[in-house]
Protein backbone atom coordinates (compact mmCIF):
# COMPACT_ATOMS: atom_id res chain seq x y z
CA UNK A 1 0.00 0.00 0.00
CA UNK A 2 1.59 2.99 -1.22
CA UNK A 3 0.79 6.44 1.22
CA UNK A 4 0.05 10.00 -0.25
CA UNK A 5 2.22 12.50 2.01
CA UNK A 6 0.37 16.03 1.69
CA UNK A 7 2.96 19.07 2.59
CA UNK A 8 0.86 22.21 3.40
CA UNK A 9 1.98 25.67 1.41
CA UNK A 10 0.87 29.11 1.32
CA UNK A 11 0.06 30.92 -1.27
CA UNK A 12 2.98 33.38 -0.11
CA UNK A 13 5.26 30.45 -0.95
CA UNK A 14 3.65 30.11 -4.60
CA UNK A 15 3.55 33.65 -5.22
CA UNK A 16 7.76 33.97 -4.58
CA UNK A 17 8.39 30.85 -6.23
CA UNK A 18 6.40 31.84 -9.46
CA UNK A 19 8.40 35.27 -9.11
CA UNK A 20 11.83 33.29 -9.69
CA UNK A 21 10.39 31.69 -12.98
CA UNK A 22 11.76 34.06 -15.61
CA UNK A 23 12.57 37.40 -15.44
CA UNK A 24 11.93 37.91 -19.43
CA UNK A 25 8.83 38.94 -20.69
CA UNK A 26 8.09 37.58 -24.47
CA UNK A 27 8.02 41.24 -25.50
CA UNK A 28 10.96 42.55 -24.15
CA UNK A 29 15.05 41.46 -24.44
CA UNK A 30 16.91 39.83 -21.65
CA UNK A 31 18.69 42.01 -18.91
CA UNK A 32 22.02 40.79 -19.68
CA UNK A 33 23.47 41.04 -23.45
CA UNK A 34 25.87 38.31 -24.59
CA UNK A 35 26.92 41.06 -27.13
CA UNK A 36 29.26 43.18 -25.08
CA UNK A 37 30.79 41.80 -21.73
CA UNK A 38 29.64 44.31 -18.66
CA UNK A 39 32.74 47.18 -17.62
CA UNK A 40 34.34 46.95 -14.53
CA UNK A 41 36.28 49.30 -12.59
CA UNK A 42 39.74 48.96 -11.24
CA UNK A 43 42.42 50.40 -8.89
CA UNK A 44 45.57 50.81 -11.09
CA UNK A 45 48.87 51.95 -11.28
CA UNK A 46 50.29 53.87 -14.05
CA UNK A 47 53.34 52.35 -15.56
CA UNK A 48 53.41 53.97 -19.35
CA UNK A 49 51.69 55.14 -22.37
CA UNK A 50 52.24 54.70 -26.05
CA UNK A 51 50.82 55.26 -29.14
CA UNK A 52 50.91 54.37 -32.92
CA UNK A 53 47.68 53.79 -34.55
CA UNK A 54 46.22 53.40 -31.38
CA UNK A 55 47.22 54.93 -28.19
CA UNK A 56 47.81 51.87 -25.19
CA UNK A 57 47.94 53.11 -21.26
CA UNK A 58 50.35 50.13 -19.80
CA UNK A 59 48.98 49.71 -15.85
CA UNK A 60 49.42 46.88 -13.18
CA UNK A 61 46.35 46.42 -10.75
CA UNK A 62 47.23 48.17 -7.54
CA UNK A 63 47.19 45.30 -4.96
CA UNK A 64 49.48 43.47 -7.29
CA UNK A 65 52.83 45.60 -7.04
CA UNK A 66 55.10 43.25 -8.95
CA UNK A 67 52.35 41.89 -10.85
CA UNK A 68 52.42 41.71 -14.73
CA UNK A 69 52.17 44.80 -16.71
CA UNK A 70 48.72 44.92 -18.70
CA UNK A 71 47.78 47.30 -21.24
CA UNK A 72 44.39 48.53 -22.71
CA UNK A 73 43.28 50.73 -25.48
CA UNK A 74 42.96 54.23 -24.23
CA UNK A 75 39.93 56.50 -25.61
CA UNK A 76 39.24 58.60 -22.79
CA UNK A 77 39.67 62.82 -22.79
CA UNK A 78 43.64 62.93 -20.76
CA UNK A 79 44.79 59.78 -23.50
CA UNK A 80 43.28 62.19 -26.21
CA UNK A 81 45.29 65.12 -25.16
CA UNK A 82 48.48 62.39 -24.49
CA UNK A 83 47.89 60.70 -28.56
CA UNK A 84 48.27 64.54 -29.69
CA UNK A 85 51.34 65.33 -27.85
CA UNK A 86 52.49 61.86 -28.69
CA UNK A 87 53.45 61.33 -25.29
CA UNK A 88 52.23 60.97 -21.54
CA UNK A 89 53.93 63.92 -18.98
CA UNK A 90 56.64 61.48 -16.66
CA UNK A 91 54.36 62.83 -13.87
CA UNK A 92 51.77 60.35 -14.38
CA UNK A 93 54.65 57.40 -13.87
CA UNK A 94 53.62 55.36 -10.98
CA UNK A 95 50.41 57.40 -10.41
CA UNK A 96 47.08 55.62 -8.89
CA UNK A 97 43.93 55.65 -10.85
CA UNK A 98 40.79 54.13 -10.78
CA UNK A 99 39.64 52.95 -14.28
CA UNK A 100 36.59 51.74 -16.09
CA UNK A 101 37.63 48.81 -17.92
CA UNK A 102 35.40 47.51 -21.28
CA UNK A 103 36.37 46.46 -24.34
CA UNK A 104 36.79 47.81 -27.45
CA UNK A 105 37.89 47.89 -31.39
CA UNK A 106 41.51 47.97 -32.25
CA UNK A 107 42.31 49.06 -35.72
CA UNK A 108 45.30 50.11 -37.77
CA UNK A 109 46.09 53.23 -39.69
CA UNK A 110 44.05 52.47 -42.67
CA UNK A 111 40.95 52.20 -40.15
CA UNK A 112 40.94 48.49 -40.17
CA UNK A 113 40.00 46.51 -37.39
CA UNK A 114 42.14 44.34 -35.76
CA UNK A 115 40.23 42.73 -32.94
CA UNK A 116 36.95 43.53 -31.92
CA UNK A 117 37.64 42.29 -28.24
CA UNK A 118 40.48 44.31 -27.10
CA UNK A 119 40.90 45.38 -23.55
CA UNK A 120 40.06 49.15 -23.71
CA UNK A 121 39.99 52.01 -20.54
CA UNK A 122 37.03 53.71 -21.15
CA UNK A 123 37.18 56.33 -18.54
CA UNK A 124 39.94 57.06 -15.65
CA UNK A 125 40.03 59.42 -12.41
CA UNK A 126 43.47 59.84 -11.80
CA UNK A 127 44.36 59.69 -7.44
CA UNK A 128 45.14 62.83 -5.42
CA UNK A 129 49.01 63.47 -6.15
CA UNK A 130 50.42 62.82 -2.85
CA UNK A 131 51.88 65.81 -1.17
Not at 97 to 120: C, H, K, R, W, Y
Request: proline residues 8%; glycine residues 10%.
Amino acid sequence: MKRRIIIPTSGAALLALSACASSVSPDSEPAWSTTAPPEQREHIVITGFECGDNCYLNYRPQDRPTGERQTALCSTGICADWFTEQEMPAAYIGRGATVTLGIGQQVDGGGNVMSDDFPEIKGIVLDPEAP
